[in-house]
């Protein structure tokens, strides 16, 4: 607990808040020493969410509303207000873009970051499909005067840069629906992030990101993959089937409740039918039978096994062999999301993608004394938008206090008449055109009045010869 002495004397706090299908997470934190502390989390019940959308807004308000006072409570005088929001869902789609950027004298002067962010930032203004919105755009790679492909086009020189990206869109009512449970419960969302890149954040590391790494978030209602290779994510996709429709699946054939059947399956299932207990029987509390049924622990993983691998895992093989960077993932797979607990998974992801994988913990970049409920998948995804939210923060008072001193320079260094044109190959901000004009002085052979003095000389010299 912090005191409100200590609370005086803490930077920013930052909050994310994370709307699942099976719950609503709030999370309050901040930096310190390079490492980020949380100082105050919260939990509410999901019960107007289904596969990532949001179908009922007072019940998602509600959960809303007690995640955000649970954690609250726990920092003891901290009100939250701003938030970063995730987002997913079936209607999230990935659209490759090309655009292109031409520099005058670009062989002269090297590529600035300015010249890159202005790329990227001018994709949010092009025009997508009636309905959509842009969410982000994540570069993929820069083709330098059509010859030299990177990453990290920065530094180099070069008359004609070729920006590749994916645009992620998603469709405009249901991101006014976070936004109206958002402001609903009194808070305003900073951002909205895709969630799939928030997880990455919080359970990949940079060395991974580098060699090449699928990340598999398996949600309640969506299985979120994003692919990173050379540090950048480069690749998207959101499948609308997540860990709710196994417990549905159990709840029905069995005959029991949601809750039931949830218990059931992470307790006394598992996902590789060989893997399960054909001797083993799990009785079934019936409200309205006088004999309780009974279930076999092989039928059990059957049902699971059905939907795992058919409907989450095949799709998920499917989705990476269509990006083009099967072959690039050096450092595997990253099993993440509250589906990531299911016994066995891990190896059947394994024979499955046919590649090397891990449980993702989400706890790179956190303080070690994060609280032990929070060190579970199920939180991968709300600890990133907190994390994704201080980064931009910090980054953003980096920009501000490179930019002061030169704005301060300006005023006591005013610019010449005729500034010389700066790395980007512009002129006085006109993008390679000088647009100033020379004045009119008699000391300069343009001027009027020399002009008019030479002409009056021509006159006075005819008269002289006429007389």
């Given amino acids: 607990m912090k005191t409100e002495d200590q609370m005086t004397d803490m930077p920013d706090l930052v ?7 099976t719950k609503i997470a ?51 005088c901290f009100k939250v207000r701003n938030v970063f929001v995730g987002i997913a869902g079936r209607h999230i789609k990935s659209i490759e873009y090309k655009h292109v950027l031409t520099r005058i004298n670009g062989k002269d002067f090297v590529i600035r970051q300015e010249e890159i962010d202005r790329m990227l930032n001018d994709l949010y203004n092009i025009s997508v499909p009636s309905g959509e919105r842009i969410i982000t755009v994540i570069p993929q790679h820069y083709v330098i005067d059509r010859e030299m492909d990177t990453n990290e086009p920065v530094g180099m020189l070069g008359e004609l840069i070729e920006g590749y990206f994916q645009l992620i869109t998603g469709n405009e009512s249901e991101i006014k629906k976070i936004l109206m449970c958002v402001e609903s419960a009194g808070l305003k969302a ?37 692919i990173y290779c050379e540090g950048n994510p480069v690749f998207t996709k959101v499948i609308p ?29 598992t996902c590789i039918v060989e893997k399960s207990n054909s001797n083993h029987y799990i009785t ?14 092989t039928h059990l993983a059957k049902i699971i096994n059905m939907r795992v691998q058919n409907d989450i895992l095949d799709q998920v093989k499917r989705e990476i062999e269509n990006s083009g960077y099967a072959d690039k993932l050096r450092a595997g797979v990253v099993l993440t999301g509250g589906g990531a607990t299911l016994r066995h998974i891990k190896e059947l992801c394994q024979y499955t993608l046919q590649k090397p994988v891990r449980i993702g913990i989400p706890e790179i970049g956190f303080m070690r004394n994060i609280p032990n409920d929070l060190k579970h998948p199920m939180y991968s995804t709300s600890l990133g938008l907190l994390k994704y939210g201080i980064n931009k923060k910090e980054n953003a008072l980096e920009t501000e206090q490179e930019e002061k001193p030169v704005e ?60």
């Fill in 284 to 297: 079934l509390p019936q409200f309205h039978a006088v004999q309780p049924r009974q279930i076999n622990e």
């Fill in 241 to 269: 089937i997540g860990g709710s429709i196994i417990t549905r699946d159990i709840a029905t054939v069995c005959q029991i409740t949601e809750e039931l059947a949830e218990k059931l399956k992470t307790t006394c299932g």
């Fill in 15 to 21: 909050v994310g808040l994370d709307i699942g299908t």
């Fill in 408 to 467: 301060e320079e300006r005023k006591t260094n005013p610019k010449p008449e005729n500034p010389k044109p700066d790395n980007s190959g512009k002129k006085n901000g006109n993008d390679g055109k000088n647009t100033s004009k020379p004045k009119n002085t008699d000391s300069k052979p343009w001027g009027s009045n020399f002009i008019m003095k030479k002409v009056q000389d021509f006159f006075e010299g005819l008269v002289d010869k006429t007389s």
């Fill in 190 to 226: 900073e951002d909205i992030i895709l969630e799939p890149i928030a997880s990455g954040l919080s359970c990949l590391s940079e060395e991974e990101k580098k060699q090449g790494v699928a990340l598999v978030d398996i949600g309640g209602g969506t299985t979120d993959l994003a």
């Fill in 26 to 76: 709030t999370i309050i934190g901040y930096k310190s020493d390079d490492k980020i502390d949380i100082i105050g989390h919260g939990r509410g019940e999901s019960t107007g969410v289904q596969h990532g959308l949001i179908y009922n807004i007072n019940k998602t308000v509600d959960g809303i509303n007690i995640s955000k006072e649970q954690a609250e409570n726990r920092t003891d």
